[in-house]
């Protein structure tokens, strides 16, 4: 399996920014996928997680109301539509492919990491 995370770079406090994670080597529909950050000198952290239609997401207090997580399973993609952007949400955001179906917070029960990529938020 293999994750490709695009879209990030530098934005302004108060702005938005839209990533996007392309998945292949399996079937996409079938699990569920995530988001998380881990920024400068911290752990790595759950962002936001839906489940393999979409039906169901999940989002961290800190980004709930200005991020939203989606997919499209006809193109193997997750989104993740980031708005109203802080200094503290600047961070490497990497999407992750769950072991099923369902919606988890817990990164352990990811399987597949993407490689990554850089959110800045200039204040």
């Known amino acids: 399996v293999q994750l490709q995370a695009s879209g990030g770079g530098l934005v302004q406090a108060g702005g938005s920014l839209g990533l996007s994670c392309a998945a292949s080597g399996r079937s996409f529909s079938n699990y569920g996928m995530g988001w998380f950050r881990q920024g400068p000198g911290k752990e790595r952290e759950f962002v936001a997680a839906i489940n393999w239609s979409g039906d169901n997401t999940n989002y961290a207090d800190s980004v709930k109301g200005r991020f939203t997580i989606s997919r499209v399973n006809a193109k193997n993609t997750v989104y993740l539509q980031m708005n109203s952007l802080k200094s503290e949400d600047t961070a490497v955001y990497y999407c992750?492919?769950?072991?099923?179906?369902?919606?988890?917070?817990?990164?352990?029960?990811?399987?597949?990491w993407g490689q990554g990529t850089q959110v800045t938020v200039s204040s």
């Open positions: 992750a492919q769950a072991r099923s179906g369902g919606l988890t917070t817990n990164r352990l029960r990811y399987e597949y």
